[in-house]
């Protein structure tokens, strides 16, 4: 049933080409030029903001959708952990969508802040794996991941399938309110037709990934860096290095390097930079030479042109295909995902179980 893998977090990973194309082709029809939600009549002109709610993994998630919302359609998003949002208690306002991302469906601060939001929020949407779940059954629509049973603790192919997803919705969010043109969308259409086949050569990557995760697994703390659509996933590397490894890690934006976490950069601090060559690149090359000069070791992930232009005294180096800027976080979340794997392997911990940690977390 791990189809050969040692681990189901290994066979989820290595699965992530498949379902993801599953997810591709249930909202974006091969031949079709349109994203189609299926069963959802959504109209995102009569939409004015969205609120996206989730916890974990899945909120990181929401995180890097914000981005694609905001810069692909215009929309002003809000983006909250699950068990701040319910106590706080925010006003829902306006012609508000209510967002609601869970792998499992079943988690209790999730539908506690979902259940918040009914009678306020013009709309409750949520994208789920797990169709015939508690929150999947009390929205309004319900959008499905098609990542099929995720039984690794961490999860790896639910995040790439949420982004798939999210993305999607952010795409007919733009074509609704016209903020991208008909070739704009195009690009995306055949980008993301594409993706199966680039998280593929993400995949053929494997062997350098695991050299660096060896490095790693001699460290007590690690930092991931990122910038953009890549600070979100810095986070998620972070929390898939801290669950299964057990060595502690933290995700920051690259530009908050020196406001802070710079203190503690030394020879011993491997710092996971995520870097496609894209429009904030020098910006995050900087921060990565401000980590080198203080003798920090920094693991560049990044494309041909970034290595080309940054590798000067990087400690190693990860390479990943070149796709289509808005769809990095998807390809980058496989070596995220593989360091931790790799990590937690060289250290013998229990990758599918870890320790204190449940897959649906039920109880607040
Ligand atoms: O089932 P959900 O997506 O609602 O779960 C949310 C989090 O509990 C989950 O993502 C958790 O953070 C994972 N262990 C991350 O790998």
């Not at 991931?224 to 490894?245: C, D, N, T, V």
């Not at 070596?335 to 794997?341: I, K, M, N, S």
């Amino acid at each position: 049933e791990k189809n050969g893998h040692k681990h189901f977090m290994a066979k989820e990973i290595a699965e992530q080409p498949i379902v993801i194309a599953d997810a591709i082709r249930s909202y974006l029809p091969s031949g079709g030029d349109q994203v189609v939600l299926p069963g959802a009549d959504l109209d995102f002109t009569k939409l004015d903001r969205l609120t996206m709610v989730a916890c974990g993994t899945a909120f990181y998630a929401c995180l890097t959708a914000k981005y694609w919302f905001e810069q692909l359609a215009q929309m002003p998003v809000e983006v909250d952990i699950a068990s701040e949002f319910r106590y706080r208690e925010p006003p829902i306002t306006g012609r508000t969508m209510a967002l609601f991302v869970s792998q499992s469906g079943e988690t209790a601060d999730t539908l506690a802040a979902l259940r918040y939001c009914e009678g306020k929020a013009d709309k409750i949407v949520s994208v789920v794996n797990v169709p015939e779940s508690s929150i999947a059954r009390e929205s309004d629509i319900a959008l499905p991941i098609h990542a099929g049973v995720e039984i690794g603790v961490a999860s790896t192919k639910a995040f790439t399938c949420q982004l798939s997803v999210l993305l999607m919705m952010a795409l007919k969010a733009a074509a609704d309110r016209g903020t991208l043109t008909d070739d704009e969308l195009a690009d995306h259409y055949a980008a993301l037709r594409g993706l199966p086949t680039v998280m593929n050569a993400a995949l053929d990557q494997n062997p350098a990934i695991k050299t660096s995760a060896q490095r790693l697994s001699e460290a007590r703390d690690v930092l991931f860096l990122g910038r953009g659509l890549m600070y979100p996933l810095a986070m998620e590397g972070a929390l898939k290095l801290k669950e299964i490894s057990y060595v502690h890690a933290e995700g920051y934006a690259s530009g908050e390097l020196k406001h802070g976490p710079i203190a503690l950069i030394d020879k011993n601090m491997p710092v996971v930079v995520m870097a496609p060559r894209d429009t904030v690149f020098d910006k995050t090359v900087s921060n990565m030479q401000e980590v080198m000069a203080r003798k920090g070791k920094v693991i560049l992930v990044s494309d041909d042109d970034g290595i080309a232009e940054a590798e000067d005294g990087v400690w190693s180096i990860i390479r990943m295909p070149h796709v289509h800027s808005s769809l990095t976080p998807i390809l980058y979340s496989v070596p995220a995902q593989l360091l931790a794997y790799h990590t937690a392997v060289a250290k013998g911990t229990d990758v599918d179980q870890p320790r204190n940690l449940a897959k649906s977390v039920t109880v607040e």
